[in-house]
């Protein structure tokens, strides 16, 4: 090709290019408009609210949002995408009415404050919290409007805490976050000479295992209250290294030795939404449940065996000591349905008569 050619096809290949730019500032004119227009309906919203002391966030309303944006969604972006762009806008306009405040497991850049992000979008203000303890205690007290708490791992199983603090808790589960889980190994200076301890949370420290047995066996694993703390430590003590995410360590400036050190690649914890609200049906929810049984034979069946004559699907069964040195136990069961379905209030009912204790802990949508 000549250098004429090259020339006349450059020229065409820019005019083409300002051509597409400008047809994208077009559209993202409208689509400021469009937004603009969205937040003043949202302001709207949060007028008429005032007049009956109508909460600020509705988890199922915003589960019907997404979902629909789902049904409508043409492409070529996934809706993940989507879902991630309108989380901001859905937390922009919800903070138009009120800025909440959302207690998490701190310090800043745990994965509990990734999943708060995930679940509220930017548009609320976070507070950290030194134990899962503290979450629930901000929630209940109302210096929190809301909390968030590790429910369980894809690897270690439940978190144990969390499960007893909602045996005792007022509050309710109003919601639920996925969020992959991918640890990293770091350090202040980018190398593990002279480094005596790794630090993090006791449950990182077991999703790691296999990988810490083969790699640095002689190291002492020391368990503190979250890996972000794990991370700050390694920050301030040259003998200290850590196991935590992209986040703390982007936020504690360390160095990542290894990368996705998690025994299980599609390693993912489940985290709970806690408040005082009591959700209505989003169309694709669940209900979480704390159930115990007189001690019988055949108690634990009789217990469960409702659900399964109404059609409903019980996802998760997990049990904890009750602590009454009577070798009891309570039972924590996550079933598909909401509580006002007919199918799962007719289970309900009939597990009543049968359980010495029953918690419904709340019925909340579903993580996408």
Known sequence: MSDKQTGN???????????????IDAVDAQIVELISRRAGFAREVGEVKKLIDAPVYRPEREAQIFAKL?????????????????????????????????????????????????????????????????VFRAAEAGSADFGIVPVENSTEGAVNRSLD?????????????????????????????????????AQALAQCVGWLDRSYPGIERVPVSSNAEGARLASVEEHTAAI??????ARYGLETIAGGIQDDPLNRTRFAVVG???????????????LSVPDRAGAVYALIEPLARHGVSMKRFESR????????????????????????????AEIRTHAAFCKVVGSYPRAS
Request: proline share 6%; hydrophobic share 35%.
């Open 244 to 249: 935590a995410g992209d986040a703390a360590a």
């Open 9 to 23: 096809e450059a020229a065409r290949v820019d005019e083409r290019l300002a051509e597409l730019r400008s047809s």
């Open 321 to 348: 000591p009750a602590r009454s040195g009577q070798w009891e136990y309570y039972f924590y069961i996550d079933i598909l349905g909401h509580r006002d379905d007919a199918a799962v209030a007719a289970g309900l």
């Open 276 to 290: 005082h609200y009591d959700c209505g049906p989003s169309g694709n929810d669940q209900t979480s449940l704390i």
């Open 165 to 201: 603090l909602f045996l005792q808790t007022p509050l309710r589960i109003c919601g639920e976050v996925s969020l992959p889980v991918r640890h990293n190994l770091l350090t202040r200076s980018g190398s593990m000479e002279d480094v005596t301890r790794i630090c993090a949370h």
């Open 70 to 134: 789902r049904t409508i969604n043409p492409g070529p972006l996934p809706n993940a995408s989507v879902e991630a762009v309108y989380r901001e806008i859905i937390s922009a306009c919800r903070e138009l009415e009120r800025r909440m405040r959302v207690a998490y497991l701190g310090p800043a850049g745990t994965f509990s404050e990734q999943a708060l992000y995930r679940h509220f979008g930017s548009g609320v203000e976070p507070i950290a919290c030194p134990s899962i303890d503290e």
